[in-house]
């Protein structure tokens, strides 16, 4: 799953002082085969967005049809978003954000928000612009957080993409 979100990573338009992240949400009903429900990256739906905050919002813009169809169920099998969500592993390649310097809504707010089950991290986000405290914010709320190994590097050089610190 970090491969897939490190390819939509590389879909992101680099941008000075913005990190390039990709992300992938994954259902993990009971008596279910997990499933990708969604996929985002930094800047991929207008404004500043972040790549959790895109793949949440694109989850959440699904109607029961692609819902059912991405979860091979019957629509009237298909559990509420919210109830999904529940039960869904975040794939990140880099931590979410726990602070925007542009005053949006962290990602970290939103996994939490989300109740998501579990987060999967690349990569830890560099200190470059501010102290990402995303990870504990996770923990602290009570969702799973695994720190992915042997993929740091790709994923923090997806994220520097075309910065000039890179």
């Known amino acids: 799953m970090m491969d897939l979100a490190l390819g939509e990573a590389g879909k992101c338009d680099a941008k000075e002082g913005a990190f390039s992240v990709g992300c992938v949400l994954v259902a993990h009903l009971p008596d279910r085969a997990p499933s990708v ?7 991929e739906l207008t404004g500043n967005t972040h790549a959790e905050a895109n793949a949440l919002e694109k989850a959440r813009a699904l109607n029961v049809k692609e819902l059912a169809d991405k979860l091979s169920m019957k629509e009237e099998d298909v559990p509420s978003i919210d109830e999904i969500l529940r039960h869904t592993h975040v794939y990140t390649t880099l931590e979410p954000c726990s602070v925007r310097t542009s005053g949006l809504a962290p ?8 109740r998501i089950s579990r987060c999967v991290i690349g990569a830890g986000e560099p200190d470059d612009y501010v102290q990402c405290e995303g990870a504990r914010k996770l923990m602290d709320a009570g969702i799973q957080v695994d720190w992915l190994k042997g993929l740091e590097k790709e994923c923090l050089d997806a994220a520097r993409k075309g910065l000039s610190s890179s």
């Open 107 to 114: 990602c970290a707010d939103a996994l939490v928000s989300a």
């Open 37 to 43: 429900i969604s996929v985002g990256y930094s800047r």
